[in-house]
T-cell receptor, first 111, second 113 residues
Framework: LAKTTQPISMDSYEGQEVNITCSHN???????ITWYQQFPSQGPRFIIQ???TKVTNEVASLFIPADRKSSTLSLPRVSLSDTAVYYC????????????FGSGTRLLVRP | EAQVTQNPRYLITVTGKKLTVTCSQN?????MSWYRQDPGLGLRQIYY???????DKGDVPEGYKVSRKEKRNFPLILESPSPNQTSLYFC????????????FGPGTRLTVL
């Protein structure tokens, strides 16, 4: 079974760049690594996904090294509304249709 | 509007009384999942379905059943609920098997007394 590790919490200030790293092993070799954002009482919301190297969209960047044993979500210039829990999601290396969420990182953005 | 719907949103029941939580998506997605979310444990996959009549166990399938008779619907069945199944449940769907951009429903908060 794939295993993932994320920091439990992080603090930041408005306008700063935040990087959240997820370590993962035994993940599916041909599957995306994906990140989600979740606010209280809501379902997770897709942020970004990638396979290797760097992917960027309008809200975040995702860095994945060649060995795919980790991934780093980068949020540029965070605002108060980015306060949320962030999860990585990977496919299981033993059964790639099975999906494994990380334990989540609670990000607090202060004014 | 593209969405995943779940019903009921809130449910309080008693041990042993069979219940079904419905999930429906209107995006013609192939892959659907059920998750439970518990404090300190994050989101854990219960069951998933790759297509109609094709389902498989996720990380925590014990005590649950699912079916996928139609592409749009993926109900979660608790034949004999127990208090340790008190949790927040989410249904999700994905366009294809290798696409992890999941669309989540609003959640069902279940309490089993």
């Amino acid at each position: 079974l794939a295993k993932t590790t994320q920091p439990i919490s992080m603090d930041s200030y408005e306008g700063q760049e935040v990087n959240i790293t997820c370590s993962h092993n035994n993940i599916a070799t041909n599957d995306y690594i994906t990140w989600y954002q979740q606010f209280p009482s809501q379902g997770p919301r897709f942020i970004i996904q990638g396979y290797k190297t760097k992917v960027t969209n309008e809200v975040a960047s995702l860095f994945i090294p060649a060995d795919r044993k980790s991934s780093t979500l980068s949020l540029p210039r965070v605002s108060l509304s980015d306060t949320a829990v962030y999860y990585c999601l990977v496919g299981d290396g033993d059964s790639s249709y099975k999906l494994i969420f990380g334990s989540g990182t609670r990000l607090l953005v202060r004014p | 509007e593209a969405q995943v719907t779940q019903n009921p949103r809130y449910l309080i029941t008693v041990t042993g009384k069979k219940l079904t939580v419905t999930c429906s998506q209107n995006m013609n997605h192939e892959y659907m999942s059920w998750y439970r979310q518990d404090p300190g444990l994050g989101l854990r996959q219960i069951y998933y379905s790759m297509n109609v009549e094709v389902t498989d166990k996720g990380d925590v399938p014990e005590g649950y059943k699912v079916s996928r008779k139609e592409k749009r619907n993926f109900p979660l069945i608790l034949e004999s609920p127990s208090p340790n199944q008190t949790s927040l449940y989410f249904c999700a769907s994905t366009k294809g098997l290798w696409d992890n951009e999941q669309f989540f429903g609003p959640g069902t908060r279940l309490t089993v007394l």
